[in-house]
């Protein structure tokens, strides 16, 4: 039991789910996520020292932060997040003052629905409110995007952070990352539900796989950029690609494909969403996954066989991977009517084939950043 009173504000993030437009976002893309409900809640109360103190709901551990040494708590096991978005912040110029945290994270983690994420911008947020400074959802993202990459080593894009700090009630958010244009597209599913799959495969070596896909996608767009005019990969047309197939090392040639076949996908799904062919979205999500496992290979046998065995249920109209891959969560759309009946399909068949069970959630999508002052 939270004891609310004890503290000022109730700060919240929330996670995320993307749609589609995956691994595209760190290539100047579109990409399509949606906050959910999963959130990470922040009470927070000033304490007049310098340090931040840390606790969670979910575990039993205490952690006390220097304000003056956040540098300093890389390698803390828990806590760090909140460590390299204090550290962040300061560094951006803001003002970090002592105060106790207590954390209640329902974000599942390791489930590629961004617990992180939802841990740095309601931590910068629970930050900037006790200091009395206004709430600017996009700073907070681009800072918690940066404690992601500097402090916590993953090379990230910012559709998570944006996400997760800007997201709004019953929307998708069709997010241009080469410039941050967002465009917030009703979530109508008409007679579909967007049902979310955990693996439950945890997605060990995340972090380096990441990283690679990365510096691929940046190795392919240099080579590139010696014979076109591009900025990003983003801005690569199919046909200029074919032109230049034989200058990719192959690897690198399948990273790009994939990027440049994405952005269509992603420029298909939102007229799809708008027109309400569901269908054809389910269909976009499906060559979504394909490329994600055979061009981009970042799925894996858990990831696969979940997928597939949504694909193979009558009802479902498509279902792919979602988020960093490697693990965690797929995103189907299926008959609002036979959810039941494709709950229990997919748990069988992927429980026969991997011997691990998923769990399915019926997370709603919801706010970005929430502020709610506890005591007046
Ligand atoms: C992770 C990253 C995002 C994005 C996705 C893949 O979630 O944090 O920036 O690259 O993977 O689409």
């Known amino acids: 039991m939270i004891n609310e009173k004890l503290y000022d504000y ?3 993030a929330a996670g995320r789910v993307n749609l589609i437009g995956e691994h595209i976002d760190y290539c100047g893309g579109k990409v399509f996520p949606a906050a959910l409900s999963f959130r990470n809640a922040v009470y927070v109360r000033a304490n007049g020292t310098d340090k931040i ?4 709901t979910t575990l039993p551990d205490k952690v006390s932060l220097n304000i003056n040494q956040l540098q300093n708590y890389k390698n803390l096991k828990y806590g760090n997040y909140q460590a390299g978005s204090a550290y962040l912040w300061q560094r951006a110029g803001h003002k970090v003052i002592g105060c106790d945290m207590l954390h209640d994270c329902t974000v599942p983690f390791g489930s590629g629905l961004s617990s992180s ?3 740095e911008v309601s931590t910068i947020a629970a930050l900037a409110t006790i200091a009395g400074e206004k709430i600017n959802p996009v700073e907070i993202a681009l800072i918690a995007q940066k404690a992601e990459r500097e402090y916590a080593g993953v090379n990230c894009g910012i559709m998570d952070q944006y996400a997760s700090a800007c997201g709004k009630k019953d929307c998708a958010m069709l997010l241009d990352c080469s410039n941050l244009n967002c465009k917030y597209v009703p979530l109508n599913l008409k007679e579909y539900s967007l049902i979310i799959t955990n693996s439950n495969k945890p997605h060990d070596l995340i972090e380096s796989k990441y990283n690679e896909r990365r510096a691929e996608t940046e190795e392919g767009l240099a080579i590139l ?4 005019k591009i900025n990003c990969l983003a801005e690569l047309s199919k046909t200029h690609l074919e032109k230049h197939k034989n200058i990719l090392p192959s690897t690198i040639y399948n990273r790009v494909k994939h990027v440049v076949e994405e952005c269509e996908r992603v420029a ?19 060559a979504s996954h394909k490329s994600l496992k055979e061009l981009y290979e970042v799925t894996g046998y858990e990831l696969d066989s979940l997928a597939y065995a949504a694909q193979n ?3 479902c109209v498509g279902s792919r991977m979602t988020g960093g891959g490697f693990g965690g969560c797929t995103v189907s759309l299926v008959k609002s009517t036979d959810v039941e009946n494709f709950k229990n399909y997919v748990k069988n068949e992927y429980n026969k084939a991997t011997g691990y069970n998923a ?5 709603s999508v ?3 950043i929430t502020v709610t002052r506890i005591n007046k």
Request: hydrophobic share 50%; charged share 25%.
């Open 225 to 228: 950029k010696k014979h076109l």
């Open 359 to 363: 769990d399915f959630y019926d997370a």
């Open 268 to 286: 298909l799904a939102e007229k799809a969403m708008e027109s309400g062919d569901i269908i054809l979205l389910g269909k976009l999500l499906n």
């Open 117 to 119: 994420a939802a841990i």
């Open 10 to 12: 109730v700060i919240t």
């Open 53 to 56: 103190n840390l606790s969670w």
């Open 313 to 315: 249920h009558p009802s």
């Open 366 to 368: 919801a706010e970005g």
